[in-house]
């Protein structure tokens, strides 16, 4: 099964929009290991989320333990629940084919996020595993966004509106979606008019400060589906306490009920 049939599927067993970014930090964590940590949050939140998306960075600093974990994190996911490897790899093509390789065979990861600065060549090896997710940074959700991918070429077109673009004419294995950030509604709405049928992976709530309403109002699709939404911190640190998973779920079932509270609005 493709993995956008796979995300839809898990998506309505699971009445959800919600990704929980499995993102781990030491100095925030309560005093468990990093393996066991993890469990416990899949374990509390499995029935209530889209996917998982690991980031790759707080694993691998860790050194090869933290490898180890992320390993074993993926294997402790049920098989249904799509798991999105977060690592942001764009490079020439066959330095490209190992990070593909890497991620979707070696990891076993369902969909991987991808940089295009470099082009569709540095992209392709992820798009030729054809029954697996490819992510394209778009429109980021940091601040720095701004620095180059509002930058207008002579046609009055920005940076992420001609990423957005490509994407779709790249998109012919139907395996492609795109990073758009929570943290620029305005942007997100067109990328979604320009888009309408692609998958929309939607970090920057919570923390990050993105307006949950604007996100299910212009991420979604004609249908309600579709838009991936990303929470982190704040599920995973809902406690320090021993009662962290519990707190965890709690969170993450205020969150999937309030986005589907705004999707069936949205839908009158």
């Given amino acids: ?23 781990p930090d030491p100095e925030l964590m309560p005093e468990v290991s990093l393996l066991e940590f993890n469990k416990a949050i899949v374990d509390a939140t499995v029935d209530l989320v889209c996917a998982y998306k690991p980031n790759l960075a707080f694993y691998e600093a860790l050194g090869i333990d933290g490898l180890s974990v992320l390993q074993k994190t993926i294997e402790h996911i049920p098989d249904y629940i799509p ?3 977060d690592g942001k790899r764009g490079d020439i093509g066959n330095t490209a084919k190992a990070y593909a390789k890497a991620l979707f065979v070696t990891f076993g990861f369902d969909a991987a996020t991808v940089n295009p ?24 959700s940091n601040p720095g966004a701004v620095d180059f991918q509002d930058l207008v070429d002579a046609r009055g077109v920005t940076l992420y509106e001609a990423v957005a673009q490509k994407a779709k004419e790249w998109n012919v294995h139907g395996n492609i979606g795109l990073v758009v950030g929570a943290t620029y509604p305005s942007d997100l709405r067109m990328i979604r008019q320009l888009c309408p049928e692609m998958l929309l992976l939607i970090p920057g709530i919570g923390a990050q400060g993105g307006d949950l309403d604007s996100v299910v109002k212009y991420g979604v699709d004609a249908h309600g589906e579709k838009a991936i939404i990303v929470a982190a911190r704040q599920i995973l640190y809902a406690s320090r306490g021993k009662d962290f998973a519990e707190a965890a779920r709690r969170c993450a079932q205020e969150l999937r009920d309030r986005i589907n509270q705004l999707v069936s609005q949205a839908s009158r």
């Fill in 117 to 140: 600065f470099l082009g569709f060549d540095s992209i392709e090896p992820f798009i030729d595993y054809k029954e697996k997710g490819v992510f394209v940074l778009c429109r980021t």
């Fill in 1 to 23: 099964m493709k993995f956008g049939d796979r995300l839809l599927a898990t998506s309505r067993r699971n009445k959800s929009l919600l990704c929980i970014g499995l993102d």
């Fill in 83 to 85: 798991v999105i490897g």
